[in-house]
Structures are given as C-alpha cells and as structure tokens.
C-alpha cells in the first residue's frame, strides 16, 4: 500500500491537554479493475473531552494490485486550486535528513518501505522512502514560512496529493502562490512530489 493523498481541516483549536477519540470511517473504496490498483477513501474525525469535533482528516490509500473486487470505479474528487501561470509568490526549500524516515517510524508506521532497502526494492524504489505524512509536514512547514508569516492560526485546512517519493535526504522545494495554490519538487531530482 501507498499513501495517496491526505488533508486536514481544524473546526477549532487543538485542545492542549484532554483525551482525544478518534473515529474513523472508510468513506469510499474504489475498484480501478483486475489487477489494477485499489483505493481506499477514509475519514478520521477527532473529538475532544466534551465530543466535539475540532478536526477532521481525510486519507487515500493506495492499494497495489487490490482492484478487481467489483466495486465502483467512480473516485471521489475536489477541486484543486489551480497553479497559475506566473512565477510563485514564495519558493521555501526545506532539506530532509538522511535519518529522519528511522526517526519518523516514533510515530508508529512501521512499514519496512520506510527502513528496508530489500523492502524497498521489491516495491520498486532505489532505497527506503520517506513517509508520506513526513513529506506532508514539511510542505505544510515551508506553507506557514512562505506564505502564512509561521502564523499557525492563519492555517485551518490543507491537502495534498503524493505524486513520487521523496528519499531521506533531499531538499523539497514548495512553490506557494498567494492564491493559495503550491506545489513541491524535490530540488535534487527535479521531480514532483506533491500538489493538490
């Protein structure tokens, strides 16, 4: 499995000590055919002390191989911000660590994909990649730095779509245009990793 897409959205402010619940559902399964892949759409809402909902994550996995079940071909979409034609607003690179997928494994995804370079070689990548939420953090990062002033309260939804891997190690630049709109590349290899 990969890790497609993700996005959050805050409905209030982060509760800074309470239990936290957390609900998730599966919202869509997608079938691309036989032998194709699979993706699984998924909501997770979290509620504070009191039950009410302060976020809301959304997440698409990317199942290699696991279409063919009969379900429906029809993906869910939104709308993305279109990039425009012009230069960016703000161009931030933030560089990874070569360690810093071992160091992201405290989070509790353990996928050899992540530490593994036979793991990550049987699924097609020169060497174990960054997880996607790692990678999803550091745009968000270079949003706040580039385009928000690292003012956190000005931020209250984003999402991203996972075009290629990062490798630990390299530098994502994220393009941000005052539209909203940005995308990120990975400086070394000059490729695509994210966009909306």
Same mark, same amino acid.
């Given at each position: $499995? ?9 409905? #209030? ?5 309470? /239990? ?6 599966? %919202?869509?399964? *997608? ?12 909501? =997770? ?15 698409t =996995? ?11 071909? *029809?993906?869910? =979409?939104?709308?993305?911000? %279109? ?8 161009? $931030?690179? +933030? @560089?990874?660590?070569? /360690?810093?997928? +071992?160091?992201?494994? +405290? ?5 050899? +994909?992540?530490?593994?370079?036979a793991a990550?070689?049987?699924s ?6 960054l ?5 999803m953090?550091?745009? @968000? ?23 290629s891997? *990062?490798?630990?190690?390299? =530098? ?5 245009? /005052?539209? #909203?709109?940005?995308?990120?590349? *990975? $400086?070394?290899?000059?490729i ?5």
């Open positions: $499995v990969l890790h497609a897409s993700q996005a959050f959205h805050l409905f #209030g402010p982060i509760p800074l000590e309470c /239990e936290v619940e957390s609900r998730t559902r599966i %919202s869509a399964l *997608v079938d691309k055919g036989l032998g194709k892949p699979a993706l699984i759409f998924t909501e =997770t809402e979290l509620l504070d002390a009191q039950g009410s909902c302060f976020a809301r994550l959304d997440r =996995t990317f199942v290699r191989g696991g279409g063919g079940f009969g379900g429906s071909s *029809v993906t869910p =979409t939104t709308a993305p911000i %279109s990039i425009p034609e012009t230069a960016p607003d703000a161009i $931030v690179d +933030l @560089t990874t660590r070569p /360690e810093q997928a +071992l160091l992201y494994r +405290l989070n509790g995804d353990f996928n050899p +994909l992540h530490s593994d370079a990550a070689a049987k097609g990548f020169d060497r174990p990649i997880h996607g939420l790692c990678t953090g550091v745009v @968000t990062h270079a949003l706040l730095r580039g385009g928000l002033d690292c003012r956190s309260d000005r931020l209250n939804s984003m999402g991203l779509k996972f075009a891997p *990062v490798y630990p190690g390299e =530098t994502i630049r994220t393009e941000i245009w /005052e539209t #909203g709109a940005f995308r990120a590349r *990975v $400086v070394e290899r000059d695509l990793v994210a966009d909306q």
